[in-house]
């Protein structure tokens, strides 16, 4: 069964360091995501990709994230300098476009910022 | 704004049956899912439902009303592995998920 693959499983970087967080959507998926979970907290959305471009963004989706399709394969998320606060599980997901299809999420990406 | 409400724990019995109710207040209405979580893992599709109305699938049905903003899922015939989070999450009219805190359920024998 196809799935959604995040690198790395756990990554931990310092205060202030940009780290770059790697997925690799369902390969006929054609929206892509990312949330994030705050220890202990809910799922939040960050941010919707689709058709090369940023569909929609949350508040926490500031200045300091970006998203780019660098190929026809990988989806990355970028944090350029990292807080104390960005230290959470990250969720990439991916879907078909339309009707019900659902979001189908990867395993995540612990980030751990110190 | 979105605001996605759920009871934060629940407890129940191997073999009962428990419903886990969810209430929103959505600007945009898409559909809302359920999803379950275990600890440190990523949140798996249980259901869906975007009309009114009961949907079922083996042990696990969910319910919609959407002039309430309410939906529940009802677990049937409980196991131990069902002891998970399950987190409701609301799709607005882009497509986005908004989630609930999650209700965690534990199953005792």
């Known amino acids: 069964e196809p799935e959604v693959t995040q690198t790395p499983s756990h990554q931990v970087t310092q205060m202030g360091q940009e780290v770059i967080l790697r997925c690799v959507p369902i390969s006929n998926h054609l929206y892509f995501y990312w949330y994030r979970q705050i220890l202990g907290q809910k799922v939040e959305f960050l941010v919707s990709?689709?058709?090369?471009?940023?569909?929609?963004k949350s508040e926490i989706f500031d200045d300091q994230f970006s998203v780019e399709r660098p190929d026809g394969s990988n989806f990355t998320l970028k944090i350029r300098s990292t807080k104390l606060e960005d230290s959470a599980m990250y969720f990439c997901?991916?879907?078909?476009?339309?009707?019900?299809?659902?979001?189908?999420f990867g395993p995540g990406t612990r980030l751990t910022v110190t | 704004g979105q605001n996605i409400d759920q009871p934060t724990e629940m407890t129940a019995t191997e073999g009962a049956i428990v419903q886990i109710n969810c209430t929103y207040q959505t600007s945009g209405f898409n559909g809302l899912f359920w999803y379950q979580q275990h600890a440190g893992e990523a949140p798996t599709f249980l259901s869906y439902?975007?009309?009114?109305g009961l949907e079922e699938k083996g042990r696990f049905s969910s319910f919609l009303s959407r002039s309430k903003g309410y939906s529940y899922l009802l677990l049937k015939e409980l196991q131990m592995k069902d002891s998970a989070s399950y987190l409701c999450?609301?799709?607005?009219?882009?497509?986005?998920?908004?989630f609930g805190t999650g209700t965690r359920l534990t199953v005792i024998p």
């Open positions: 997901a991916s879907s078909l476009p339309r009707g019900r299809y659902e979001q189908y």
């Open positions: 990709f689709y058709n090369n471009e940023i569909s929609e």
């Open positions: 999450a609301v799709r607005d009219g882009a497509n986005n998920l908004f």
């Open positions: 439902n975007v009309l009114d």
